[in-house]
């Protein structure tokens, strides 16, 4: 009965949507990939905000239900039915009245299944199409027969990419370069290698003083284009894909015709979605990295690099699950284990399948004593809250499980965080539906 609700509802939405597409013809930005979506989107939304009219995808709205809503300004009504009458109706106001409608929108598509994406590019065709990186082993491919079936699934909002439109390329990723093949659209590349067109350089952690200690503030970097060369900040982030994502952004925004010297000074102001690599005060001078969001193998490898990258006194790695990787997943949490055992000072891990990720961090040469496994976050959590000293550098990450599968590591970062009272504000999943 709840499937047969559900499929109604995203049918009358998506009608609406369509409907509402062809009325009121917005310029589309459509971003996917296997890595950094969310991020991208937000980042390209901030750029562009403060000059023309724009929606941007909530929070990680990619799916069939979730794009309906974003174009049509709706909250998901989750289990109430009335709410859910109300969706429609507001959507039908959009459909038959002239409403104010934004300009732009910038709308994440993402895969979790075969056919997902297929099925939006029957009614949406992007002006710009931006693809972040497609790994050789991505998140959610247990649902598909390989990883290439995942890489031809998020083909298809290249070949729905407009005629006249404009193909946003990370050129570090010969995969995502490939995609040319599949569309007569310009193309325009981002990323640190030298064959980029919008190409980052330089980059480096923000450091500042707290508390008489050495502690990162975010992210610094040069961006270069047609001869032109800005510094861009991002602030309360670590790591090289929220850099990546900036760089995109920038990209979108040269295409569109936006100055690069306004977009580079807007990035000084961009908040990151939060769990992805956020930058937390922690308990008895630490700091805490934040990458409780989600996980997967090439997002759990950049966060480790990140980590080992830093200055500061002990760096611990709190590792959760990583889920749907199908039979992939005893693999790549041994490849995760062997990164982090060979720099890493404390690792706990927490879940059935993070015990690979411990196996093989004690082959990599970490010491027994040094690796400890939990079942949840909060007992891992409890126990490192007994263990924090001045200058630790915490990097927390893991799936989000659902039904058995429960990792939630953001509990594990309340219970480490300085000022806990503000996990409603820095913490993902910290709604009531959640809690």
């Given at each position: 009965m709840l499937k047969f609700f559900k499929k109604n509802i995203v049918s009358i939405l998506t009608w609406e949507a369509a409907y509402v597409l062809r009325k009121y013809k917005p310029f589309i930005i459509g971003v996917t990939g296997s890595v950094g979506k969310t991020t991208t989107k937000d980042a390209i939304y901030h750029v562009l905000k403060d000059s023309i009219k724009s929606r941007k995808s909530q929070k990680s709205f990619n799916s069939e239900l979730g794009i309906p809503l974003t174009i049509l300004g709706l909250d998901n009504a989750w289990h109430n039915p009335i709410f859910w009458v109300w969706n429609i109706t507001k959507?039908?106001?959009?459909?038959?009245?002239?409403?104010?409608?934004?300009?732009?929108?910038?709308?994440?598509?993402?895969?979790?299944?075969?056919?997902?994406?297929?099925?939006?590019?029957?009614?949406?065709?992007?002006?710009?199409?931006v693809v972040t990186r497609l790994p050789d082993h991505p998140v959610h491919v247990e649902y598909f027969s390989s990883p290439n079936e995942v890489r031809k699934e998020k083909a298809e909002l290249?070949?729905?990419?407009?005629?006249?439109?404009?193909?946003?390329?990370?050129?570090?990723d010969p995969a995502v370069v490939k995609l040319k093949e599949l569309t007569v659209a310009r193309m325009l590349t981002y990323g640190f290698g030298e064959e980029a067109q919008v190409r980052g350089g330089y980059i480096n952690i923000d450091y500042e003083e707290r508390e008489g200690q050495k502690q990162p503030?975010?992210?610094?970097?040069?961006?270069?284009w047609q001869g032109n060369s800005v510094p861009v900040r991002l602030r309360g982030v670590l790591g090289i894909q929220p850099c990546v994502s900036a760089l995109a952004a920038l990209a979108v925004g040269l295409a569109y015709g936006e100055s690069l010297l306004r977009m580079s000074e807007a990035l000084g102001t961009f908040q990151a979605s939060l769990g992805r690599m956020h930058i937390i005060f922690g308990k008895n001078g630490s700091t805490i990295i934040d990458d409780s969001y989600n996980s997967s193998p090439v997002a759990a490898e950049a966060a480790l690099e990140t980590l080992k990258s830093m200055e500061g006194g002990r760096k611990i790695a709190m590792l959760g699950d990583m889920l749907e990787l199908g039979e992939y997943e005893e693999e790549e949490h041994v490849h995760i284990g062997r990164i982090a055992g060979k720099f890493v000072d404390e690792l706990i891990v927490v879940g059935r399948r993070a015990v690979w990720i411990a196996e093989a961090a004690k082959k990599s040469g970490l010491a027994e004593?040094?690796?400890?496994?939990?079942?949840?976050?909060?007992?891992?959590?409890?126990?490192?809250?007994?263990?924090?000293?001045?200058?630790?550098?915490?990097?927390?990450?893991?799936s989000q499980g659902s039904g058995t599968n429960l990792i939630r590591m953001e509990r594990a970062v309340k219970l480490l965080m300085a000022h806990p009272g503000d996990a409603s504000k820095l913490l993902v999943r910290q709604e009531s539906s959640w809690q």
């Open positions: 959507g039908l106001l959009f459909v038959i009245l002239p409403l104010p409608y934004p300009k732009l929108l910038v709308l994440e598509i993402g895969a979790d299944h075969p056919g997902d994406i297929k099925k939006v590019t029957e009614w949406i065709h992007p002006d710009v199409v290249v070949r729905a990419l407009k005629e006249h439109g404009v193909f946003i390329a990370n050129v570090d503030v975010g992210m610094i970097f040069r961006v270069d004593k040094h690796i400890h496994s939990f079942a949840t976050s909060v007992e891992a959590g409890k126990w490192m809250e007994t263990q924090i000293q001045p200058g630790d550098i915490i990097l927390v990450k893991g």
